[in-house]
């Protein structure tokens, strides 16, 4: 018998695989997959995604959150976790947080040849900016800047 | 080489293994061991722990928050979901939400053979109270009422 709330067979949710990401960014992370659990399930102050990363993807461009905090859990597969630390293998079973305004930038990269599947778990803010620190990333995210979409640095849109 | 912040092995964190049920519920739900990686990753906004039950045991009595938001997504092994809308066998893979002020309480129950090895995710709230609705439950939680430990559900201490 089907699961029924307030349970969920992830399997059973479509995947989103859009990015709001402007290009070049948006090719890097797609054709990323993301069920998004908590919304199916009704959460409302924190988001939790079943992410599917395929080989070569990157789960975002390295950012950092103002308010928001994160937290990853992978199931399958094994993912390159690229911080201030460096870089770390998470393989299945391995975990990472991220709290808010630490000014470390995160990201995941799927360097082996076979899809990574992970959890993801967000808190909501509706203030949260992004910032992506690396010089080779020119994007910027804040509500109140250009009706909240991505912009460069320099706040231009694109 | 062991992981670093921002990552973390759950292996490497001691177990919680203390309840602050009253007895008889106490027993009921332990020797349940907790790891908690979100407090061990700097979270603050949610809680994340990696729990394992026994055999035999409960996650909890049946229960809902009228503040805190609550996920379980289950690793190993299976739990039995019991809520309003019946009992649900949740196996690995599968998972389930709990969206705060429901008036449904939940709880999981390990009815098989072996330890039930799950992730559940519970958001913060200062004003959260708790209640137990089955008539053979007798607690209560408030965080106002007697220094914010169990009571009966007149409010007299255990």
Do not use: I
């Amino acid at each position: 018998m089907p699961l029924r709330p307030p349970a969920l067979d992830p399997a059973t949710l479509a995947p989103r695989t859009d990015s709001g990401y402007p290009e070049p960014y948006r090719s890097r992370v797609l054709p990323r997959e993301k069920r998004q659990l908590g919304k199916a399930l009704g959460l409302r102050q924190f988001g939790v995604n079943l992410t599917t990363l395929p080989p070569g993807k990157e789960s975002s461009m390295r950012h950092w959150h103002t308010h928001e905090e994160e937290f990853v859990y992978v199931l399958e597969g094994e993912v390159v976790l690229r911080t201030d630390a460096g870089e770390q293998v998470l393989v299945a079973g391995a975990c990472a947080g991220f709290p808010a305004g630490s000014g470390d930038g995160h990201q995941l990269v799927n360097r082996s040849d076979r899809p990574a599947v992970y959890l993801e778990v967000g808190s909501s803010h509706a203030a949260d900016a992004v910032f992506y620190p690396n010089a080779d990333v020119d994007m910027h995210y804040d509500p109140a800047v250009h009706d909240g979409r991505f912009t460069r640095k320099d706040g231009t849109p694109y």
